[in-house]
């Protein structure tokens, strides 16, 4: 397919594993697209997946560097991601991305007059709100007074009803301040979890997403907000493992292969171009970014596409350390008091035989995307140094930035009546992407929430059953 000799004409996307004849062509390889093929292959339905890039994972991956093996970004998921967790045990990378035993964060603050201060958020084994009550009481950070204010406001978050749509239209800065929250509360607490997980700081940020995120994670279950990530390269799961899992599921796997069109036939049946051949197929879903689905979508097939422009994105930056030394003694930690976000050690991950490489995760990073590198290595490692002592002394072997311009969608307030779901008004096609309208925030949970949606929608068409297996919930759309 991929080296641009001609076919001698349309050929079937696949042949289905069950006898059915369905047949369905997923276009995109990251999370989105891997899991919609893997739901519908599970159900019988004979399943291409294309994908441009020479990979799978989409805006989560790894890549070469000077011997060491580099995800291009940190990337956790919680407890309460349930889909991305059945995902893992879909393509059996569960034990290589494991939770913590009980949500614990560092958060070292160097902007002291007494010098650097250490407080964690962390978790009793007590019900939901007080799982979280001695860690906010004794959080070092914020003043007394402060605290009491921020267990109001979360009563009062908790309180919100996420179905009521005003609150996609306000802004969780305003809310906070509404609710008596000082801007060092949204900056030690609010904007610590809120930056990480909507990549926007509080006034940027819609409040229905906003509330999505700590209802659901701290406010929900006592072990909602207990944190994983993968202890290998992000290639190794998402891409590595997702593909052993597509091929054992039959479903036939394309890279470097860019669609240029879809279309439907006289019978109704979907036409999907590549360079030197189309492929036909009952079924298409577009899983790839919201402006790349604008440009295939067909006329028609949404009542307003151009919303899907409108839909922003935010950017990412991940600074890149490799130390002779170790440096820092734990898995991880935030900050404060210091452009320095969210630091992971990645050292065993990467294969380094000796000395620390840390990544540091820079979320809403619009004011550095595009900084030179020079400039970067200016700002940053003097501020390792006042965080982390033990670097003062270390050598620096290299440092290097890996930069995502358009790393999620931006969460800004009335990005949900943008959100599109699953299902379009051209029978046969439906979309997915963590851009869709999962309920969540850009993460990988919502990726995979949305293949689902896409998939569970195109087999209600095919009149196929879900698959025994496949997660299960509420479609939000």
Same mark, same amino acid.
């Given at each position: 397919? !991929?080296?641009?000799?001609?076919?001698?004409?349309?050929?079937?996307?696949?042949?289905?594993?069950?006898?059915?004849?369905?047949?369905?062509?997923?276009?995109?390889?990251?999370?989105?697209?891997?899991?919609?093929?893997?739901?519908?292959?599970?159900? %019988?339905?004979?399943?291409?997946?294309?994908?441009?890039?020479?990979?799978?994972? %989409?805006?989560?991956?790894?890549? =070469? *560097?000077?011997?060491? $093996?580099? +995800?291009?970004? =940190?990337?956790?998921?919680?407890?309460?991601? !349930?889909? @991305?967790?059945?995902?893992?045990?879909?393509?059996?990378?569960?034990?290589?991305?494991?939770?913590?035993?009980?949500?614990?964060?560092?958060?070292?603050?160097?902007?002291?007059?007494?010098?650097?201060?250490?407080?964690?958020?962390?978790?009793?084994?007590?019900?939901?709100?007080?799982?979280?009550?001695?860690?906010?009481?004794?959080?070092? &950070?914020?003043?007394?007074?402060?605290?009491?204010?921020?267990?109001?406001?979360?009563?009062?978050?908790?309180?919100?009803?996420?179905?009521?749509?005003?609150?996609?239209?306000?802004?969780?800065?305003?809310?906070?301040?509404? &609710?008596? =929250?000082?801007?060092?509360?949204?900056?030690?607490?609010?904007?610590?979890?809120?930056?990480?997980?909507?990549?926007?700081?509080?006034?940027?940020?819609?409040?229905?997403?906003?509330?999505?995120?700590?209802?659901?994670?701290?406010?929900?279950?006592?072990?909602?907000?207990?944190? /994983?990530?993968?202890?290998?390269?992000?290639?190794?799961? &998402?891409? *590595?493992?997702?593909?052993?899992?597509?091929?054992?599921?039959?479903?036939?796997?394309?890279?470097?292969? *860019?669609?240029?069109?879809?279309?439907?036939?006289?019978?109704?049946?979907?036409?999907?171009?590549?360079?030197?051949? !189309?492929?036909?197929?009952?079924?298409?879903?577009?899983?790839?970014?919201?402006?790349?689905?604008?440009?295939?979508?067909?006329?028609?097939?949404?009542?307003?596409?151009?919303?899907?422009?409108?839909?922003?994105?935010?950017?990412?930056?991940?600074?890149?350390?490799? @130390?002779?030394?170790?440096?820092?003694?734990?898995?991880?930690?935030?900050?404060?008091?210091?452009?320095?976000?969210?630091?992971?050690?990645?050292?065993?991950?990467?294969?380094?035989?000796?000395?620390?490489?840390?990544?540091?995760?820079?979320?809403?990073?619009?004011?550095?995307? +595009?900084?030179?590198?020079?400039?970067?290595?200016?700002? @940053?490692?003097?501020?390792?140094?006042?965080?982390?002592? *033990?670097?003062?002394?270390?050598?620096?072997?290299?440092?290097?930035?890996?930069?995502?311009?358009?790393? $999620?969608?931006?969460?800004?307030? /009335?990005? /949900?009546?943008?959100?599109? %779901?699953?299902? $379009?008004?051209?029978?046969?096609?439906?979309?997915?992407?963590?851009?869709?309208?999962?309920?969540?925030?850009?993460?990988?949970?919502?990726?995979?929430?949305? /293949?689902?949606?896409?998939? =569970?929608?195109?087999?209600?068409?095919?009149?196929?059953?879900?698959?025994? &297996?496949?997660?299960?919930?509420?479609?939000?759309?």
């Amino acid at each position: 397919m !991929t080296d641009g000799t001609q076919s001698e004409g349309p050929r079937t996307a696949a042949t289905g594993r069950s006898g059915s004849g369905r047949d369905a062509v997923v276009i995109g390889g990251g999370l989105a697209g891997v899991t919609a093929a893997l739901a519908l292959a599970d159900a %019988g339905i004979g399943v291409t997946l294309l994908e441009g890039r020479p990979r799978l994972g %989409g805006l989560a991956f790894s890549f =070469q *560097r000077d011997g060491l $093996t580099v +995800d291009n970004g =940190q990337h956790v998921y919680l407890r309460c991601c !349930t889909a @991305y967790r059945w995902f893992l045990d879909r393509i059996e990378g569960t034990a290589l991305a494991p939770l913590q035993n009980r949500l614990d964060v560092p958060v070292l603050d160097v902007d002291k007059p007494e010098g650097r201060r250490l407080g964690r958020l962390r978790r009793d084994a007590l019900p939901v709100p007080l799982h979280l009550g001695r860690s906010l009481a004794t959080y070092p &950070h914020l003043s007394l007074a402060e605290r009491a204010r921020v267990g109001r406001a979360a009563l009062a978050l908790k309180g919100l009803d996420l179905a009521d749509p005003s609150l996609d239209a306000t802004d969780f800065g305003s809310w906070l301040t509404a &609710h008596g =929250q000082s801007a060092r509360a949204v900056e030690a607490l609010w904007d610590l979890v809120g930056v990480a997980t909507l990549n926007a700081v509080a006034k940027d940020a819609s409040l229905g997403l906003a509330a999505m995120v700590f209802k659901t994670g701290l406010l929900s279950d006592p072990g909602a907000a207990d944190i /994983g990530w993968a202890r290998v390269p992000l290639g190794d799961l &998402h891409d *590595r493992l997702a593909r052993k899992a597509l091929d054992s599921a039959g479903v036939r796997t394309e890279v470097r292969t *860019r669609v240029t069109s879809i279309s439907t036939d006289d019978n109704g049946r979907w036409s999907v171009q590549v360079p030197g051949e !189309t492929l036909t197929a009952d079924a298409v879903v577009l899983a790839v970014p919201q402006r790349e689905a604008h440009d295939l979508l067909p006329a028609g097939a949404l009542d307003a596409p151009e919303r899907l422009l409108e839909i922003g994105t935010a950017p990412i930056l991940n600074v890149h350390v490799v @130390y002779d030394r170790t440096v820092l003694a734990r898995p991880f930690f935030a900050a404060l008091g210091t452009p320095v976000q969210w630091v992971f050690d990645r050292t065993e991950a990467s294969g380094l035989p000796q000395g620390q490489y840390l990544a540091l995760s820079q979320s809403a990073a619009w004011d550095e995307i +595009d900084e030179p590198v020079a400039t970067l290595r200016e700002r @940053y490692l003097p501020e390792l140094e006042r965080l982390l002592p *033990r670097a003062r002394g270390a050598r620096v072997k290299d440092f290097f930035v890996t930069r995502e311009r358009t790393a $999620t969608f931006a969460p800004t307030p /009335g990005v /949900g009546r943008l959100r599109p %779901g699953a299902r $379009t008004k051209a029978s046969g096609l439906y979309l997915a992407g963590a851009w869709t309208a999962t309920g969540w925030p850009a993460t990988m949970e919502s990726a995979v929430r949305s /293949g689902v949606s896409a998939a =569970q929608a195109a087999l209600d068409a095919l009149g196929r059953p879900r698959p025994r &297996h496949l997660f299960a919930f509420e479609e939000a759309a």
